[in-house]
């Protein structure tokens, strides 16, 4: 069974810098003894995006400090508040496809896992280039017999809320790519810093709160959006043969335990 576990929006700063009141380094120091502790079997971990607050060359070396520490195989993309060249610099080339932006195709466990950079420099909305969508074509023909599952930073599928205004903009593109596969088993992002599934034209569709602050559904268009101190939360993704769950793990400001059964 293949076991993969998905953090998005870290948010790093340099040392001694919050973002919105949070030690968002602290936090990802949680996530990555959280994901030490209680998915050290899983196969990959993959971080979507937003791996920093405001592409700073210095979080990206804090990143790297905890990325080494975990007990798993780590695989990253960006998001709209990383700097794709700042990342590239402490990471290396070897994070770009041919395509030059931050996308992987990995086969593990009878699984094809696409990780995709959707950062457009300097704008919150988010977009796939036509190279990318090219190279997406591919790795999906090529894996045409095995179960895929797709990690984004961006939402590609509508969540009806005012998050849509920094959607993937090219989504229906996107779509159209994906629906060669005849076995799409989840499209998973981040971005919104909230939880949300979805079928959108016929496929499965996720986001995942993350590791900064947390907002609540934002169902009311007129209502200010309180940011939450949590949950933080990982993805938690068990594939078999015939399906794929996509569990939530919040590992901080997760339920208190009112008795353990
Ligand atoms: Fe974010």
């Known amino acids: 069974m293949l076991k993969l576990v998905v953090l998005s929006d870290l948010h790093l700063r340099p040392e001694g810098v919050l973002s919105h009141g949070l030690d968002t380094h602290d936090r990802l120091v949680q996530g990555i003894d959280w994901l030490n502790r209680m998915h050290s079997d899983a ?13 700073e060359k210095e979080a990206y070396e804090r990143l790297k400090h905890q990325v080494v520490r975990a007990k798993v195989p780590v695989e990253m993309t960006i998001g709209n508040h990383d700097d794709r ?5 402490v990471f ?4 770009l496809s041919e395509t030059g932006h ?3 195709a990995i086969d593990v466990k009878g699984y094809r896992i696409i990780i995709l950079d959707s950062a457009i420099t300097g704008e919150p909305a988010g977009r796939l280039e ?22 984004i930073h961006h939402h590609a599928n509508p969540l009806m809320t005012r998050v849509d205004k920094i959607i993937l903009q090219n989504g229906m593109a996107f779509a159209q790519v994906l629906s060669r596969h005849k076995d799409i088993r989840q ?22 709160a993350g590791g900064h602050y947390s907002v609540q559904a934002m169902l009311d268009p007129e209502k200010p959006v309180p940011r939450l101190t949590g949950p933080a939360q990982m993805a938690v993704i068990l594939g078999g043969k015939d399906g794929t769950t996509v569990h939530f793990d919040d590992y901080i400001n997760g339920n208190p335990v009112l008795s353990v059964g």
């Open 102 to 104: 931050v996308d992987k």
């Open 85 to 89: 060249d700042t990342f590239v610099s």
């Open 187 to 208: 499209v998973i992002a981040g971005h919104v810093h909230y939880t949300s599934t979805a079928i959108w034209k016929g496929i499965p569709f996720t986001t995942v």
């Open 43 to 55: 196969d990959l971990c993959v971080l979507a995006g937003d791996l920093v607050d405001l592409g």
């Open 92 to 95: 290396g080339d070897k994070v």
């Open 130 to 151: 036509p190279a990318q969508l090219t190279w997406l074509a591919a790795r999906l023909d090529e894996a045409a017999d095995k179960p895929v599952i797709v990690v």
